[in-house]
């Protein structure tokens, strides 16, 4: 297992600019990239509609719409920035059909499951916001390195270091949840609780 971890947290990764003796491959690269990028802030600048149908703590809330918001801007930084050159694309995201599929199919159970919870709930979400902004900030801290266009780079570096402080907000919040179930769960179980009900 600790050769696992090891040869894990060896694997590598891109630490400057995509090579430019192959500028086609290279631009067709960055495109998938930010393709990638958009596919994910796009449903994140709308996470907070579930709450039409699904209720959260305040602190949750208020957290969940600051990085919806902040998606929001991100999505809007990347479009207007597509004209800079090297010009990029965002409609592709060069991912084999498989993976594709496979996606599709994760984001569907999760939603279903997302739904369908009952006090699980604000958990079950705090874990799919902490898997998004992790995602997204090691995404735009790539692409920053990868792009050669420094202020798309500028842009993405600033977008990485805010999600990246949202995972950390969002691991936070997640410790209170888990805390304040457990406690709940205490009481449930506890004598005092028992003798309460038969009161």
Request: proline residues 4%.
């Amino acid at each position: 297992m600790l050769c696992l971890f090891i040869t894990a947290s060896c694997a590598p990764v891109l630490k400057g600019p995509l090579d430019s003796d192959r500028p086609e491959a290279a631009v067709r690269t960055l495109d998938h990239g930010y393709g990638l990028l958009v596919a994910v802030l796009q449903p994140e600048s709308s996470a907070t509609l579930i709450f039409g149908v699904k209720h959260a703590s305040k602190g949750t809330e208020a957290l969940v719409r600051r990085i919806s918001n902040a998606a929001a801007n991100g999505l809007r930084a990347v479009q207007d920035l597509q004209v800079l050159a090297p010009p990029i694309k965002t409609t592709a995201q060069g991912l084999p059909l498989i993976e594709v599929s496979v996606r599709n199919h994760i984001m569907n159970t999760q939603a279903a499951t997302l739904l369908l919870a009952g006090e699980s709930f604000e958990t079950e979400f705090l874990v799919t916001q902490q898997k998004a902004c992790n995602y997204i900030s090691a995404l735009a801290s790539t692409l920053a390195k990868a792009d050669s266009n420094e202020k798309r780079s500028a842009v993405l570096n600033s977008l990485a270091a805010e999600f990246s402080a949202f995972d950390a907000e969002v691991l936070a919040r997640l410790c209170v949840c888990q805390s304040s179930a457990s406690k709940l769960e205490s009481y449930r179980t506890s004598p005092e609780a028992a003798s309460s009900v038969s009161e």
